[in-house]
């Protein structure tokens, strides 16, 4: 039988198999669409796109399963034709949509983008005043946070990985962009600002369905508008 490491309790039993399998009822490209709920940040989908998404889940689970169970196969084999399953199921549900669909939520993702870019912006400027940056390390962070988004969105965007290799790679690029971080900042920097995380972090008390706030007042993730 072949080796297949964590995915021994099979793509739906809970194991890596089950994190790889690139959404589902739980997850992936129907429900973070709204599919299943009949609209979610402002699109609505009919009962129609419903129905035929629900479909489109149930064959892929179907397939996934019987592609499991080609004991034969190897493991390289294995995932190419599970990123193959994937991408027949990202396409079948992309062609559900209508092309105001399709527009709304290419809108959806450049605002998100855009806010990303600004909150980016911001978090650099309190940078410069709490670490008294210099003008060169701010150019320097600026540039390193480009390139880290662009590799980022690259990884998000590449359909021939799978959703644990994509947490793969962004894990090691996280870790590559704490790397590039140190050796912008000086050691008492670095410092200061491990203490402004961990009080940042600290500052925050969960209030109910209300979200995270702040002890002093402050704006928190969760009082951000709803995305229309």
Request: zero cysteines; charged letters at 25%; a positive charge.
């Amino acid at each position: 039988m072949m080796h297949r490491g964590g995915w021994a309790r099979g793509p739906q039993g809970g194991g890596q198999g089950a994190r790889w399998n690139n959404g589902g009822p739980r997850g992936g490209f129907a429900q973070g669409h709204g599919f299943a709920q009949g609209h979610r940040g402002g699109i609505h989908y009919t009962p129609d796109q419903r129905k035929q998404m629900m479909a489109i889940e149930t064959d892929y689970r179907h397939k996934q399963a019987d592609l499991y169970k080609q004991d034969n196969l190897t493991l390289g084999a294995y995932k190419a034709q599970l990123v193959a399953l994937n991408k027949e199921k990202k396409d079948k549900l992309k062609a559900l949509l209508t092309p105001q669909q399709q527009q709304q939520i290419a809108q959806r993702k450049t605002r998100a983008s855009e806010n990303a870019q600004v909150m980016e912006a911001a978090r650099l400027e309190r940078m410069k005043i709490h670490l008294q940056l210099s003008d060169d390390q701010a150019a320097k962070i600026k540039a390193q946070d480009l390139t880290f988004r662009t590799q980022l969105q690259s990884i998000r965007d590449n359909d021939d990985l799978l959703p644990e290799q994509k947490r793969d790679q962004m894990q090691s690029l996280f870790a590559k962009q704490k790397d590039a971080m140190a050796s912008i900042l000086t050691p008492d920097q670095q410092t200061k600002l491990k203490t402004e995380r961990a009080r940042f972090a600290g500052g925050f008390r969960r209030d109910g369905a209300h979200g995270f706030h702040r002890p002093d007042g402050g704006p928190s993730a969760g009082d951000a508008p709803a995305d229309n």
